[in-house]
């Protein structure tokens, strides 16, 4: 379980979260987000192709590494959700909050 | 490093009307620990199941455990590392019966807001009760409020 951090083309920081983005964990993401928009770091791709679930405070955690990026003027984007995932986005309505595309090349095109 | 969790199981008697086996787990207040307890949890409410239950089925019992944790945890015992968190989950047949309780002064679930609405939908808390609703069968909580029991299905 852990996140891994690469720069793809194009400036974008893709981020993958493999396991669960749950309450043990979210603020080590909140760090590392925080650290690549202090380097200048506008663009990020959060990948959840290898995720298994995540709860309320890792939504929490999400909403609030988004409104970070957009105060710096810059870009999240979400891939790679299966559908138990995109379920509790749409529960909550999050799915109006962020750009969520089903593969992380796709969502790379859309920077 | 050992494990600071330790899972009990016990079977009801081969003679009993309905089979049921009763899993308790006592926990402290450690953020650290949901992770551990809900892949814990999962193993054994699964075990021996066949067909094996559905990546769906053991998503609703993750999510729904590790938020009921996180709550009781954080909101419950103010993560006050001297208190503890209890599990207690009931198999029986195609159900699962499950009870987390904490320390906590309790709460009131009637109170929490909807956290759908356009001027919640930017805030980083309120969202846990909300998909605990949404991913058990039933909901049911005690009367002083610091114990909540989800009813998930095994299959």
């Known amino acids: ?111 | 490093m050992a494990s600071a969790l330790c899972l009990c199981v016990r079977r009801s008697l081969p003679a009993e009307p309905s089979s049921r086996v009763f899993l308790s787990l006592d926990m402290p207040s450690d953020v650290g620990l949901v992770e551990e307890a809900v892949e814990l949890l999962n193993r054994h409410c699964f075990a021996g199941r066949t067909p094996p239950p559905s990546a769906r089925t053991q998503f609703r019992l993750r999510v729904a455990l590790a938020e009921a944790l996180a709550n009781a945890i954080q909101f419950g015992n103010q993560s006050d590392p001297a208190k503890r968190v209890r599990i207690i989950a009931e198999l029986i047949s195609d159900e699962i019966r499950l009870g987390v309780s904490d320390q906590g002064v309790g709460f009131d679930p009637s109170r929490v807001p909807e956290p759908t609405s356009p001027e919640s939908l930017e805030g980083e808390c309120g969202r846990g009760l909300f998909l605990i609703r949404h991913l058990v069968d039933r909901l049911e909580f005690n009367d002083q409020g610091n114990t909540i029991w989800m009813t998930l299905p095994r299959s």
Do not use: W
């Not at chain 1, 990948?47 to 590494?65: E, F, N, P």
């Open chain 1, 1 to 111: 379980m852990g996140f891994t951090k690469t720069a793809k083309g194009a400036g974008v920081v893709v981020v993958s979260i493999e396991g669960q983005l749950i309450v043990g964990n979210r603020q080590e993401l909140k760090a590392l987000i925080q650290e690549s928009l202090d380097h200048g770091d506008r663009k990020f791709l959060i990948d959840c192709t290898r995720t298994g679930y995540i709860d309320s405070s890792g939504l929490g955690a999400l909403v609030s590494i988004a409104k970070k990026v957009r105060e710096a003027t810059g870009e999240l984007r979400l891939a790679g959700l299966n559908n138990d995932l995109r379920s509790l986005f749409e529960l909550t309505k999050l799915d109006t909050l962020f750009p969520i595309s089903p593969t992380p090349d796709q969502a790379l095109q859309g920077f």
